[in-house]
C-alpha cells in the first residue's frame, strides 16, 4: 500500500458545481497537509497548507483534515474553468527543516466544463 | 524577481548521453530541490540541498548527481542516460524546509530514446 493515495480521476464538472478532492494516507506520523495546483505545463504551486486537524477556508477553496480516519479533502464552491488543473495533495510528518520531506499523491486532474 | 528558472525547457537525448539540466532562483532559499514527475507516479524527490555546499539524496537519487557551489544555481546532472529517466523534471526552492512555501520552476521535459 503506497503512503499516499489519491483519487486517479480524471474528474469533469459543470461550472458552478462543488468539487470535492481526497487523498487517504496510511503513515499517522503525518501533520502537515498541503494541496498544490498543477496547471497544464507549468510548475506546481501551493493552494493551501492546514496542520493537523480541522478545516481551513480560503475562499472558495476549503481544507480538511480528518486524522483519525487518515484522510483529507478539498473542496471547491462554485467551480469555475480557471479551476481546470491537476491537484496534488502532499504530507509531511515534520514541521520545517530537511526532515519536513513531502509524500506527494499522483494528482487528479479536474475539468471544469463552461 | 524571476523566481525559479530551468533550462532547457526540452530536451531529446540518446541512451547513454549525459548532460545538466540547470536551475536558479533569485530569491535567496536556501533550501532547493530537484523532483521528477511521471505518469501515474506523482512527483518524486531526486536530491535536495539545504544550503551552498550541502546536498542529500532523495527518494529516487541514482543515475543523478547534483552539487551547490552557490545559493542561487543547483544544477542536475545524468551521468547516462537511460530511458528510465524519461520524465519531466522540477526545480523548487523554498525558505525553511519542504513544509514551507515551496516554489517552482517551469520544468525540463526530458525523452531518453
Known amino acids: 500500500q503506497k503512503e499516499v493515495e489519491q483519487d486517479p480521476g480524471p474528474l469533469s464538472v459543470p461550472e458552478g458545481a462543488i468539487v470535492s478532492l481526497n487523498c487517504t494516507y496510511s503513515n499517522s506520523a503525518f501533520q502537515y497537509f498541503m494541496w498544490y495546483r498543477q496547471y497544464s505545463r507549468k510548475g506546481p504551486e501551493l493552494l493551501m497548507y492546514t496542520y493537523s486537524s480541522g478545516n481551513k477556508e480560503d475562499g472558495r477553496f476549503t481544507a480538511q483534515v480528518d486524522k483519525s480516519s487518515k484522510y483529507i479533502s478539498l473542496f471547491i464552491r462554485d467551480s469555475q474553468p480557471s479551476d481546470s488543473a491537476t491537484y496534488l495533495c502532499?504530507?509531511?510528518?515534520?514541521?520545517?527543516?530537511?526532515?519536513?520531506?513531502?509524500?506527494f499523491g499522483k494528482g487528479i486532474t479536474l475539468s471544469v466544463r463552461p | 524577481n524571476a523566481g525559479v528558472t530551468q533550462t532547457p525547457k526540452f530536451q531529446v537525448l540518446k541512451t547513454g548521453q549525459s548532460m545538466t539540466l540547470q536551475c536558479a532562483q533569485d530569491?535567496?532559499?536556501?533550501?532547493m530541490s530537484w523532483y521528477r514527475q511521471d505518469p501515474g507516479m506523482g512527483l518524486r524527490l531526486i536530491h535536495y540541498s539545504v544550503g551552498a555546499g550541502i546536498t542529500d539524496q532523495g527518494e529516487v537519487p541514482n543515475g543523478y548527481n547534483v552539487s551547490r557551489s552557490t545559493t542561487e544555481d543547483f544544477p542536475l546532472r545524468l551521468l547516462s542516460a537511460a530511458p528510465s529517466q524519461t520524465s519531466v523534471y522540477f526545480c523548487?526552492?523554498?525558505?525553511?524546509?519542504?513544509?514551507?512555501?515551496?516554489?517552482f520552476g517551469p520544468g525540463t521535459r526530458l525523452t531518453v530514446l
Open positions: 530569491m535567496n532559499h536556501e533550501y
Open positions: 523548487a526552492s523554498t525558505y525553511g524546509g519542504f513544509t514551507d512555501t515551496q516554489y
Open positions: 502532499a504530507m509531511s510528518a515534520k514541521i520545517g527543516g530537511a526532515n519536513s520531506k513531502l509524500t
